[in-house]
């Protein structure tokens, strides 16, 4: 992962020093709110840490809510962050306690969206460390190449392995995003519990959003 600079991280410490409010969820497309900021999106499979890294990145327990059983995130909730950039957390894709008719309309609602939405500057592909990419995650990030869409993949929970086995997944994942034409070449390591990689992500979207409003 290249290192930010100071000013990087500083940009992003007092971007996300400022509010950030939910705004809605969406069980439908029609219900998306208009598109008028810069737009961030946090994917992932079901249980990976979407929410928790979200509240992290805050510094709020609540804001995005999480859950110990997975698919639990069935919309996707939209969360304003200084009225400079949206953040959308999408439902888990994967396993899900719910009937499969349901998993293949949210499946489906997702991927419409994020091929459709205009102001979407970099979608967030969280893969949890302990078990790297799996074959759903690789079928995601074909689509986000097919819809030419900007992604970006973060390694999440990286505090629950030791150094060398993290070393060997980011690796291995550098090795294959070299074969896809739409990711953004740098992985972020991150740690919701323990703040590994928060300054930096935060220094990432900040560069994706909107500029501090003057006055």
Not at 75 to 81: G, P, R
Not at 82 to 99: K, N, Q, V, W
Not at 105 to 129: A, C, P, Q
């Amino acid at each position: 992962m290249a290192e930010r600079s100071r000013e990087e991280i500083e940009k992003g410490r007092l971007l996300f020093a400022r509010q950030c409010n939910f705004v809605l969820s969406c069980a439908q497309l029609s219900q998306v709110p208009d598109d008028k900021l810069p737009e961030v999106a946090f994917a992932g499979r079901s249980n990976v840490g979407k929410s928790s890294l979200i509240n992290a990145l805050v510094s709020m327990k609540a804001l995005a809510r999480t859950s110990k059983t997975p698919g639990r995130t069935q919309q996707i909730n939209f969360f304003n962050l200084d009225h400079r950039l949206m953040i959308a957390d999408l439902p888990g894709y994967g396993y899900a306690r719910a009937p499969k008719r349901r998993i293949q309309e949210w499946n489906g609602m997702v991927e419409t969206y994020l091929k459709g939405r205009v102001s979407m500057r970099r979608v967030f592909v969280l893969i949890d460390t302990r078990r790297g990419l799996k074959e759903m995650d690789r079928t995601i990030l074909k689509m986000l190449d097919a819809a030419a869409q900007s992604y970006q993949i973060i390694l999440t929970k990286c505090d629950k392995l030791k150094r060398g086995p993290v070393s060997v997944v980011y690796q291995d994942i550098c090795g294959e995003l070299t074969t896809h034409g739409a990711a953004h070449p740098e992985i972020v390591l991150t740690s919701a519990h323990k703040g590994h990689g928060l300054a930096e992500l935060r220094a990432e979207m900040a560069m994706l959003a909107n500029p501090p409003h003057l006055g």
